[in-house]
């Protein structure tokens, strides 16, 4: 581990089972490392405005709580803290190289600041996260459990089989995903994902 995200692993374990600090930082996050980036302003906007829907309700808060905060929503919201303290880490001069794809990408989002630079780099970060905790999504209830964003991302092939997400429930419980009158570009997705 470098001295860049070795310092952004600390920040997110400081803020762990603080919500409030959970906003602070993602809130430093968007102003770099000289706490100066006016054209980060609605991005910042952006993920605040998410993560205070996230924090009031409850998701956020510590899994020992009453009631407990989510495991899954905890993890996606640790991994995008993490990948943009890296990110600012970096920019700061803290020694290394990006630990994964998606600190490439807010790297690149902090040089050019555009709403395609944003969602690449978000989304990167997400996709990351529903990678690596893909078993927490399991526990969460029915609504949860359909929220997932999609990229160019290879391996969320390996979330689809035969057309039906297989992310949150096995592939015996597809039924879930599916309406009574599909919508045109969900059938062009389920064709272009079915096995040949």
């Given at each position: 581990?470098?001295?860049?995200?070795?310092?952004?692993?600390?920040?997110?374990?400081?803020?762990?089972?603080?919500?409030?600090?959970?906003?602070?930082?993602?809130?430093?996050?968007?102003?770099?490392?000289?706490?100066h980036a006016p054209r980060h302003l609605p991005f910042r906007r952006a993920a605040l405005?998410?993560?205070?829907?996230?924090?009031?309700?409850?998701?956020?808060?510590?899994?020992?709580?009453?009631?407990?905060?989510?495991?899954?929503?905890?993890?996606?919201?640790?991994?995008?803290?993490?990948?943009?303290?890296?990110?600012?880490a970096l920019l700061g001069g803290e020694a290394g190289e990006p630990s994964s794809q998606?600190?490439?990408?807010?790297?690149?989002?902090?040089?050019?600041?555009?709403?395609?630079?944003?969602?690449?780099?978000?989304?990167?970060?997400?996709?990351?996260?529903?990678?690596?905790?893909?078993?927490?999504?399991?526990?969460?209830?029915?609504?949860?459990?359909?929220?997932?964003?999609?990229?160019?991302?290879?391996?969320?092939?390996?979330?689809?089989?035969?057309?039906?997400?297989?992310?949150?429930?096995?592939?015996?419980?597809?039924?879930?995903?599916?309406?009574?009158?599909?919508?045109?570009?969900?059938?062009?997705?389920?064709?272009?994902?079915?096995?040949?």
């Open positions: 581990m470098t001295g860049a995200s070795l310092l952004a692993e600390t920040q997110v374990a400081a803020v762990r089972d603080d919500p409030g600090a959970r906003l602070a930082l993602m809130a430093r996050l968007f102003r770099g490392p000289t706490g405005s998410f993560m205070r829907w996230q924090v009031r309700r409850g998701l956020l808060d510590p899994v020992r709580a009453s009631p407990p905060g989510s495991p899954w929503w905890r993890a996606m919201n640790e991994r995008l803290l993490r990948d943009g303290c890296e990110a600012v998606a600190v490439g990408f807010w790297l690149a989002f902090s040089e050019r600041p555009t709403g395609r630079n944003w969602y690449r780099a978000h989304n990167a970060s997400i996709v990351g996260g529903y990678l690596a905790h893909r078993e927490l999504a399991e526990a969460e209830n029915e609504p949860e459990r359909f929220f997932m964003n999609v990229l160019g991302e290879p391996r969320l092939l390996e979330l689809v089989r035969d057309g039906s997400p297989v992310y949150a429930w096995p592939y015996e419980r597809r039924g879930v995903w599916r309406a009574a009158a599909p919508p045109r570009a969900a059938r062009l997705v389920a064709r272009a994902t079915r096995a040949p």
